[in-house]
């Protein structure tokens, strides 16, 4: 049974379980719920993910549900021991304090600058909220200033996962030009990642980008 993946690369979550399973070549079936006419709360799908949120996979009748669990099962299966998340202990606590960072600080100043701005009844991009985005994209181009990734001189899972939200970013109004050690960062990770760059990584984010000139616009 092919690996069936619920998610679409619309999705911020999803989009790191897409780069893995292109970045490894894992063969999979995309599952698209349309959640407008409540796809995702039919008893089949529950059945996977009682939360019924995406990603999900079905790998076989075993479901995994949680963006980063699903990208950590996907490598300790179908590639163990990649450099992407090496088996040592240690290593991967590196590696898992960026993924649960992303997911839990990163991303959600992210969502928490981008939501009130892009669908509630604001007129301007809150200050405070793109401040405390531009301080972690700080702390970042410090600690970048000093190995070529994110956890030293090898790719892993966590540069991944925080480059989808630092191109998120880029496609607000934020302007991460001055922050050099992660602009060199980025670009290395394109030349790295070539089969996921383009779909992963840039057309998601031409949606947000057009959302954010146009309420710019509408706000002058």
């Given at each position: 049974m092919v690996l069936e993946v619920y998610g679409n690369t619309g999705s911020p979550h999803c989009r790191i379980v897409f780069a893995v399973l292109k970045h490894l070549k894992i063969p999979y079936e995309q599952k698209t719920l349309d959640m407008r006419n409540k796809e995702h709360l039919q008893a089949d799908y529950l059945k996977l993910n009682p939360f019924h949120t995406i990603p999900t996979i079905n790998d076989d009748g075993f479901a995994v549900f949680e963006s980063r669990a699903i990208a950590v099962y996907l490598i300790e299966k179908y590639s163990p021991d990649n450099q992407l998340y090496p088996n040592d202990a240690k290593k991967r606590?590196?590696?898992n304090r960026w993924?649960?960072?992303d997911v839990a600080s990163f991303l959600k100043?992210?969502?928490?600058?981008?939501?009130?701005?892009?669908?509630?009844?604001v007129d301007k991009p809150d200050e405070k909220a793109a401040n405390e985005i531009l301080d972690k994209v700080k702390t970042l181009d410090g600690l970048l200033?000093?190995?070529?990734?994110?956890?030293?001189?090898?790719?892993?899972l966590a540069d991944i996962?925080?480059?989808i939200?630092?191109?998120?970013?880029?496609?607000?109004?934020?302007d991460t030009k001055p922050?050099?050690?992660v602009n060199k960062w980025?670009?290395?990770?394109?030349?790295d990642l070539p089969e996921v760059w383009s779909e992963i990584i840039v057309k998601p984010n031409e949606m947000l980008k057009k959302r954010w000139t146009d309420k710019l616009s509408a706000s002058k």
């Open positions: 606590a590196a590696i993924l649960y960072w100043s992210l969502q928490s600058y981008n939501g009130p701005f892009l669908f509630g009844n200033s000093q190995s070529k990734y994110i956890n030293g001189d090898n790719l892993t996962g925080l480059a939200t630092f191109a998120s970013i880029n496609a607000t109004n934020l922050f050099e050690n980025f670009n290395r990770l394109e030349n």
